[in-house]
């Protein structure tokens, strides 16, 4: 059986992020334990997960659910780190803000008192989302950590007021929680991932990228909007699980990008794409998100990889493979 560099529970293996991160840590050497939300009327297809190499001999899948922190517990026995990067994702909004919230809060935090329980957890690593960093109110044209986004602009969202809520209210709970129980808790703040994708489904950041090419209308309709490939938002979580001394909250993006150089990109990669022109776009797009810093991660030694171009190619790439794109 292959040497293993120890083992690491990642929350949410079946999504976008969760499955790249997996893919990543096998690829690293490491073990992993998985959990995915059970489905009482069907089984899900693994297979994206159970064929990559290294896992027939590393790698465990789970059931646990948010609604239920104790059912993380078996995941977590073992394990020097942790990844939770499940999400509860309402962009519907099906259920009342204060529902996704709790539930949120619950689940991380029940995480986070098995980690603690389980004596052998160096370190965990939460997801965020950058709605926790943008929406503050302010004027200034840059973001770093320090900056929270204010609630009461978070609901004037519509289908995504529970997320940004939830996600918000979530990492500082988890951040608090860490501080006060003498748990190493870092947060990872993701901007739109755009990229590779194994998971079973078209990742909804892929979607909000591209939505032009899918001739579909998307409520985040862009004109610039911060962006990072997902293998390096991958390594970015297994960098912060590794340094020696992290701290707090890191944004990880690697730049704003505007819809002008996207369109410029695709029109002379994919001159057979029906690309809309670029009035078109602006007079139906319209978000213009400030520039989310991500200094204090490289700061602290991370490289990011990947430019503009290779996230666009590598995920149309992706769905022309998969059959979500036709030339």
């Known amino acids: 059986m292959e040497e293993s560099k120890g083992c690491i529970c990642v929350t949410g293996g079946t999504g976008f992020i969760g499955s790249w991160i997996i893919k990543r840590l096998l690829e690293d050497g490491y073990s992993v334990n998985t959990t995915v939300r059970a489905h009482p009327e069907q089984k899900k297809d693994m297979s994206f997960l159970t064929n990559l190499p290294g896992a027939s001999q590393r790698l465990k ?13 078996e995941a977590i026995e073992g394990c020097i780190g942790v990844f939770h990067v499940a999400a509860i994702i309402d962009f519907e909004g099906r259920e009342p803000e204060e529902i996704v919230t709790k539930r949120s809060i619950d689940g991380a935090l029940g995480i986070l008192r098995a980690c603690l329980t389980s004596k052998t957890v160096k370190r965990v690593v939460f997801t965020s989302s950058a709605v926790a960093v943008s929406n503050d109110g302010k004027e200034e044209e840059e973001r770093d950590e320090s900056s929270w986004s204010d609630l009461d602009i978070l609901r004037t969202f519509k289908g995504y007021r529970p997320y940004a809520i939830s996600k918000t209210l979530t990492e500082k709970a988890v951040l608090e929680f860490g501080e006060q129980n003498g748990l190493d808790v870092v947060t990872v703040i993701p901007t739109l991932v755009v990229g590779p994708f194994i998971c079973s489904r078209l990742p909804v950041s892929v979607h909000h990228c ?14 610039q909007i911060n962006i990072v490939h997902v293998d390096d938002l991958a390594r970015a979580h297994i960098f912060l699980l590794e340094h020696p001394n992290p701290k707090g909250r890191y944004n990880c993006s690697t730049r704003l990008a505007t819809i002008e150089e996207v369109i410029e990109i695709l029109s002379i ?19 213009k998100f400030h520039y989310l810093s991500s200094k204090k991660l490289t700061d602290a030694g991370f490289e990011f990889k990947y430019g503009l171009e290779e996230m666009l190619v590598d995920a149309i790439e992706c769905c022309e493979e998969k059959g979500y794109l036709e030339l």
């Open 210 to 223: 591209l939505y032009f090419l899918f001739d579909e209308k998307d409520p985040l309709g862009y004109l």
């Open 61 to 73: 899948i789970l059931n646990a659910d948010l609604s239920d922190p104790d059912s993380f517990k």
């Open 269 to 287: 990669k994919y001159p057979k794409f029906q690309i809309p022109t670029l009035d078109s776009l602006k007079e139906s797009s319209g978000m």
